[in-house]
Protein backbone atom coordinates (compact mmCIF):
# COMPACT_ATOMS: atom_id res chain seq x y z
CA UNK A 1 0.00 0.00 0.00
CA UNK A 2 1.36 3.52 -0.75
CA UNK A 3 2.15 5.71 1.73
CA UNK A 4 -0.15 8.35 0.73
CA UNK A 5 -2.53 7.98 -1.77
CA UNK A 6 -4.96 9.86 -3.93
CA UNK A 7 -7.50 9.95 -6.63
CA UNK A 8 -5.36 11.43 -9.74
CA UNK A 9 -8.80 12.51 -11.29
CA UNK A 10 -9.25 14.85 -12.87
CA UNK A 11 -12.68 15.92 -12.21
CA UNK A 12 -13.75 17.95 -14.36
CA UNK A 13 -16.22 20.79 -12.25
CA UNK A 14 -18.76 23.04 -13.54
CA UNK A 15 -18.02 26.82 -12.33
CA UNK A 16 -19.96 27.06 -9.11
CA UNK A 17 -20.69 23.74 -8.04
CA UNK A 18 -19.22 21.24 -5.03
CA UNK A 19 -15.94 18.99 -5.36
CA UNK A 20 -15.36 16.91 -2.93
CA UNK A 21 -12.00 14.29 -2.64
CA UNK A 22 -10.00 12.28 -0.24
CA UNK A 23 -6.31 11.23 0.48
CA UNK A 24 -5.43 8.27 2.46
CA UNK A 25 -2.94 7.23 4.10
CA UNK A 26 -0.95 4.11 5.73
CA UNK A 27 0.83 4.91 8.63
CA UNK A 28 -1.82 5.45 11.70
CA UNK A 29 1.22 6.97 13.57
CA UNK A 30 1.31 10.17 10.93
CA UNK A 31 1.41 13.41 12.69
CA UNK A 32 0.10 16.03 10.73
CA UNK A 33 -1.77 16.80 7.39
CA UNK A 34 -1.84 19.61 4.72
CA UNK A 35 -3.51 20.17 1.86
CA UNK A 36 -1.05 22.18 -0.81
CA UNK A 37 -2.32 23.23 -4.11
CA UNK A 38 0.14 23.00 -7.44
CA UNK A 39 -0.25 24.68 -10.67
CA UNK A 40 1.14 24.06 -13.74
CA UNK A 41 4.91 23.97 -13.80
CA UNK A 42 4.99 25.83 -10.29
CA UNK A 43 5.65 24.98 -6.75
CA UNK A 44 3.65 23.56 -3.89
CA UNK A 45 1.38 26.03 -2.22
CA UNK A 46 -0.15 25.49 1.02
CA UNK A 47 -3.51 25.35 1.23
CA UNK A 48 -4.69 24.67 4.66
CA UNK A 49 -3.14 22.89 7.64
CA UNK A 50 -5.79 20.00 8.27
CA UNK A 51 -6.79 19.65 12.33
CA UNK A 52 -8.13 17.27 13.95
CA UNK A 53 -11.45 18.84 14.57
CA UNK A 54 -11.81 19.87 10.83
CA UNK A 55 -11.27 23.50 9.50
CA UNK A 56 -13.02 25.85 7.06
CA UNK A 57 -11.39 28.70 5.47
CA UNK A 58 -13.32 30.53 2.82
CA UNK A 59 -14.97 28.28 0.46
CA UNK A 60 -12.24 25.19 1.16
CA UNK A 61 -13.35 22.42 4.18
CA UNK A 62 -11.03 20.08 5.11
CA UNK A 63 -11.45 17.00 7.59
CA UNK A 64 -9.56 14.18 8.95
CA UNK A 65 -10.56 10.95 10.07
CA UNK A 66 -7.85 9.26 11.89
CA UNK A 67 -10.23 5.49 12.90
CA UNK A 68 -10.53 5.45 8.59
CA UNK A 69 -6.50 7.01 8.09
CA UNK A 70 -7.98 9.81 5.25
CA UNK A 71 -8.14 13.27 4.84
CA UNK A 72 -10.21 15.38 2.66
CA UNK A 73 -11.06 18.24 1.14
CA UNK A 74 -14.52 19.74 -0.09
CA UNK A 75 -14.86 23.01 -2.46
CA UNK A 76 -17.35 24.89 -2.85
CA UNK A 77 -18.76 27.31 -5.07
CA UNK A 78 -16.15 26.49 -7.22
CA UNK A 79 -14.35 29.03 -9.39
CA UNK A 80 -12.37 28.83 -12.79
CA UNK A 81 -8.86 29.57 -10.74
CA UNK A 82 -9.75 26.80 -8.49
CA UNK A 83 -8.33 24.65 -11.60
CA UNK A 84 -5.21 23.03 -10.21
CA UNK A 85 -3.73 19.77 -9.10
CA UNK A 86 -4.22 19.43 -5.24
CA UNK A 87 -1.31 17.85 -3.13
CA UNK A 88 -2.19 15.82 0.51
CA UNK A 89 0.94 16.06 2.56
CA UNK A 90 1.37 13.74 5.56
CA UNK A 91 3.99 14.26 8.48
CA UNK A 92 4.72 10.75 9.64
CA UNK A 93 3.76 8.86 6.74
CA UNK A 94 6.92 7.63 6.31
CA UNK A 95 9.44 8.71 8.71
CA UNK A 96 9.99 12.14 10.30
CA UNK A 97 9.48 14.21 6.69
CA UNK A 98 6.56 15.65 4.61
CA UNK A 99 5.11 12.95 2.15
CA UNK A 100 3.26 13.64 -0.69
CA UNK A 101 0.06 11.99 -2.42
CA UNK A 102 0.63 12.15 -6.13
CA UNK A 103 -1.68 14.78 -6.53
CA UNK A 104 -5.66 15.29 -7.22
CA UNK A 105 -6.68 17.33 -10.71
CA UNK A 106 -9.39 19.50 -10.84
CA UNK A 107 -10.77 21.05 -13.90
CA UNK A 108 -13.20 23.77 -13.14
CA UNK A 109 -15.59 24.56 -16.74
CA UNK A 110 -17.77 27.30 -17.17
CA UNK B 1 6.30 38.07 3.05
CA UNK B 2 9.42 35.97 3.81
CA UNK B 3 9.53 33.58 0.85
CA UNK B 4 12.01 30.90 0.09
CA UNK B 5 14.02 31.88 -3.18
CA UNK B 6 15.81 29.71 -5.23
CA UNK B 7 18.54 30.12 -8.10
CA UNK B 8 18.46 29.45 -10.81
CA UNK B 9 15.72 29.21 -12.26
CA UNK B 10 16.64 26.62 -15.21
CA UNK B 11 19.73 25.48 -15.45
CA UNK B 12 20.59 23.41 -18.80
CA UNK B 13 23.84 20.67 -18.18
CA UNK B 14 25.41 17.80 -19.87
CA UNK B 15 25.07 14.84 -18.44
CA UNK B 16 28.45 13.74 -16.55
CA UNK B 17 28.48 17.75 -15.28
CA UNK B 18 28.16 18.65 -11.68
CA UNK B 19 25.55 21.25 -10.94
CA UNK B 20 25.08 23.29 -7.88
CA UNK B 21 21.49 24.49 -7.02
CA UNK B 22 21.12 26.77 -4.67
CA UNK B 23 18.69 27.75 -2.54
CA UNK B 24 17.90 30.41 0.48
CA UNK B 25 15.67 29.59 3.38
CA UNK B 26 13.12 32.04 5.36
CA UNK B 27 15.45 33.44 7.87
CA UNK B 28 13.94 32.38 11.20
CA UNK B 29 13.53 28.48 9.91
CA UNK B 30 15.24 25.85 11.20
CA UNK B 31 14.02 22.81 9.14
CA UNK B 32 15.49 22.75 5.62
CA UNK B 33 14.48 20.02 2.61
CA UNK B 34 14.92 19.27 -0.95
CA UNK B 35 12.54 17.31 -3.19
CA UNK B 36 12.02 16.99 -6.46
CA UNK B 37 9.22 16.59 -9.01
CA UNK B 38 9.86 14.67 -12.69
CA UNK B 39 7.65 16.00 -15.40
CA UNK B 40 4.15 14.34 -15.15
CA UNK B 41 5.26 12.91 -11.49
CA UNK B 42 4.85 12.94 -7.83
CA UNK B 43 7.13 15.66 -5.40
CA UNK B 44 9.68 13.19 -3.89
CA UNK B 45 11.69 13.49 -1.25
CA UNK B 46 15.49 13.83 -0.99
CA UNK B 47 16.97 15.09 1.78
CA UNK B 48 16.09 17.19 5.01
CA UNK B 49 18.66 18.79 7.10
CA UNK B 50 18.41 20.29 10.78
CA UNK B 51 21.23 21.90 12.90
CA UNK B 52 23.83 21.64 10.29
CA UNK B 53 23.32 18.18 9.12
CA UNK B 54 21.45 15.50 7.42
CA UNK B 55 18.62 13.91 9.54
CA UNK B 56 16.84 11.89 7.11
CA UNK B 57 17.57 10.98 3.29
CA UNK B 58 16.53 8.94 0.70
CA UNK B 59 17.05 5.85 -1.29
CA UNK B 60 17.17 8.56 -4.45
CA UNK B 61 19.61 10.55 -2.37
CA UNK B 62 22.66 8.40 -3.45
CA UNK B 63 26.32 9.39 -3.52
CA UNK B 64 26.06 11.78 -6.37
CA UNK B 65 24.28 13.89 -4.35
CA UNK B 66 24.84 15.94 -1.50
CA UNK B 67 23.94 19.15 0.75
CA UNK B 68 25.60 22.00 2.61
CA UNK B 69 24.61 25.09 4.41
CA UNK B 70 28.20 26.91 3.69
CA UNK B 71 27.22 30.53 5.17
CA UNK B 72 24.25 30.51 7.80
CA UNK B 73 21.62 31.44 4.74
CA UNK B 74 22.65 29.29 1.56
CA UNK B 75 21.22 26.06 1.45
CA UNK B 76 23.02 23.43 -1.64
CA UNK B 77 21.98 20.39 -3.32
CA UNK B 78 25.11 19.47 -5.46
CA UNK B 79 24.69 16.98 -8.32
CA UNK B 80 28.18 14.92 -9.41
CA UNK B 81 27.85 13.50 -12.47
CA UNK B 82 24.74 14.42 -13.46
CA UNK B 83 22.07 11.48 -15.73
CA UNK B 84 19.82 12.24 -18.11
CA UNK B 85 17.00 11.02 -15.37
CA UNK B 86 18.37 13.67 -12.87
CA UNK B 87 16.17 15.98 -15.44
CA UNK B 88 13.59 17.54 -12.67
CA UNK B 89 12.32 20.56 -10.89
CA UNK B 90 14.19 20.49 -8.04
CA UNK B 91 12.27 22.23 -4.85
CA UNK B 92 13.94 23.67 -1.47
CA UNK B 93 11.30 24.29 1.64
CA UNK B 94 11.74 25.37 4.75
CA UNK B 95 10.09 25.18 8.16
CA UNK B 96 10.31 27.54 10.96
CA UNK B 97 10.29 24.65 13.94
CA UNK B 98 8.93 20.97 13.84
CA UNK B 99 6.87 18.80 11.45
CA UNK B 100 3.60 20.58 12.53
CA UNK B 101 4.22 23.62 11.13
CA UNK B 102 3.50 24.00 7.51
CA UNK B 103 6.58 23.97 4.80
CA UNK B 104 7.04 26.85 2.71
CA UNK B 105 8.59 26.03 -0.89
CA UNK B 106 10.80 28.00 -3.18
CA UNK B 107 9.55 28.04 -7.22
CA UNK B 108 11.91 25.61 -8.24
CA UNK B 109 15.00 25.17 -10.24
CA UNK B 110 14.14 23.28 -13.04
CA UNK B 111 17.06 21.23 -14.29
CA UNK B 112 17.31 19.77 -17.55
CA UNK B 113 20.34 17.38 -18.45
CA UNK B 114 21.02 16.98 -22.10
Known amino acids: RKEVEQDPGPFNVPEGATVAFNCTYS??????FFWYRQDCRKEPKLLMS???SGNEDGRFTAQLNRASQYISLLIRDSKLSDSATYLC???????????FGGGTRVLVKP | EPEVTQTPSHQVTQMGQEVILRCVPI?????FYWYRQILGQKVEFLVS????????KSEIFDDQFSVERPDGSNFTLKIRSTKLEDSAMYFC????????????FGQGTRLTVV
Open chain 2, 93 to 104: ASLRRDMNTEAF
Open chain 2, 27 to 31: SNHLY
Open chain 1, 27 to 32: NSASQS
Open chain 2, 49 to 56: FYNNEISE
Open chain 1, 89 to 99: VVNGAAGNKLT
Open chain 1, 50 to 52: VYS
